[in-house]
């Protein structure tokens, strides 16, 4: 099984709550949406952007996105005791019966 692994860290001087953190992974997906689209020239807006720099911005958005997801990780490991390694081998056992890994 291929793997893209990725280490993100905790970060300093936030209170996140699942709410907020959820609202921010949102408005990163946005982000990201806006980045594909509207910079690939789907918003029928014409674009005067290079290709090169349009995905160096789908990646920054990419990757704010995991960020806020990798904090989401956090808080409920932190304040609901969930057990995000445990809750990982679940997600790729689903992914192995739903036939998306052999």
């Known amino acids: 099984m291929e793997q893209k692994i ?3 860290p905790r970060l300093n ?8 953190t959820a609202l921010k992974l949102m408005e990163e997906a946005g982000e990201l ?8 020239g789907m918003s029928g807006e014409e674009v005067q952007v290079e290709e090169q720099e349009v995905m ?5 958005e990419l990757l704010d996105v995991a960020q ?3 904090s989401l990780m956090f ?3 932190e304040h609901y ?3 995000i390694q445990q809750a990982l081998e679940e997600h790729v056992d689903k992914l192995r019966r739903k036939g998306y890994l052999d």
Do not use: N
Not at 56 to 60: D, K, P, Q
């Open 75 to 77: 808080v409920l490991e």
């Open 68 to 70: 806020t997801a990798v």
């Open 56 to 60: 160096r911005a789908i990646t920054r």
């Open 6 to 8: 990725i280490a993100l």
């Open 33 to 40: 949406a806006q980045a594909i689209g509207k910079l690939r």
């Open 81 to 83: 005791g969930v057990d």
């Open 13 to 20: 001087k936030l209170t996140p709550t699942v709410e907020s």
